[in-house]
Nanobody, 121 residues
Framework: QVQLVESGGGLVQPGGSLRLSCAAS????????LGWYRQAPGKQRELVAD???????NYADSGKGRFTISRDNAENTVYLQMNSLKPEDTAVYYC???????????????WGQGTQVTVSS
């Protein structure tokens, strides 16, 4: 079994910063892409940023210049540093991982349980 556990969400004032973490554990052979998604009330889940095993990053326009995604391959962990937060960043943030549990298996997608980020004064 594979688990993704997120942490680091909370309430922050506009202009503030938060750092989200997501640790993958369980039977893991390799991890391909790691990503962060978010879902605001009444809206569809959307990509925030993702990062490949080689370190290539991709950001949604909404977070470019403010958010930074990084990963620690040794610890199977992905981070999202969020600066200059805006009220419109308020959402539940979900970690996503493409994980292979055996050398011959396919990469499957796994999701964390989500962590709430609220940006409000």
């Amino acid at each position: 079994q594979v688990q993704l556990v997120e942490s680091g969400g909370g309430l922050v004032q506009p202009g503030g910063s938060l750092r989200l973490s997501c640790a993958a554990s369980g039977t893991i052979f390799s991890i391909n892409v790691l990503g962060w998604y978010r879902q605001a009330p009444g809206k569809q889940r959307e990509l925030v940023a993702d990062i490949t095993s080689g370190g290539s990053t991709n950001y949604a326009d909404s977070g470019k210049g403010r958010f930074t995604i990084s990963r620690d391959n040794a610890e199977n962990t992905v981070y999202l540093q969020m600066n200059s937060l805006k009220p419109e960043d308020t959402a539940v943030y979900y970690c996503n991982a493409q994980i292979r549990t055996t050398p011959w298996g396919a990469y499957l997608q796994y999701w964390g349980q989500g962590t709430q980020v609220t940006v409000s004064s």
